[in-house]
């Protein structure tokens, strides 16, 4: 069974910058799209940014365009999260996701345990 580590997370002051990284334990992320996501106290999880991983295409939301960088490295089988000019509402647990849907149309899921981004004000 594959599973989703998360690193990279901690305490940052506003307008800091932190780097998150996933990596896939026992097995590839080729052929997968891998997303952030995270869930502040009391809110619904939201999506943060996603890339191919084979392509390198990347989609990201509104709220953090131009602050945060979603990028892969294929010799590493990772995937990074750069985050900068961080805000106190950038304050989540921040979830790594495979996802890919086989040719026969088999779903497969996978999701991280999470990594604590705290922004002081």
């Known amino acids: 069974q594959v599973q989703l580590v998360e690193s990279g997370g901690g305490l940052v002051q506003d307008g800091g910058s932190l780097r998150l990284s996933c990596a896939a334990s026992?097995?590839?992320?080729?052929?997968?799209?891998v997303g952030w996501f995270r869930q502040a106290p009391g809110k619904e999880r939201e999506f943060v940014a996603c890339?191919?991983?084979?392509?390198?295409?990347?989609s990201s939301a509104d709220s953090v365009k131009g602050r945060y960088t979603i990028s892969r490295d294929n010799a590493k089988n990772t995937v990074a999260l750069q985050m900068s000019s961080l805000k106190p509402e950038d304050t989540a647990v921040y979830y790594c996701?495979?996802?890919?849907?086989?040719?026969?149309?088999?779903?497969?899921?996978?999701w991280g345990q999470g990594t604590q981004v705290t922004v002081s004000s």
């Open positions: 026992g097995g590839t992320f080729i052929g997968y799209i």
């Open positions: 996701n495979a996802d890919r849907l086989t040719p026969l149309g088999y779903r497969q899921n996978y």
């Open positions: 890339i191919s991983f084979d392509e390198g295409i990347t």
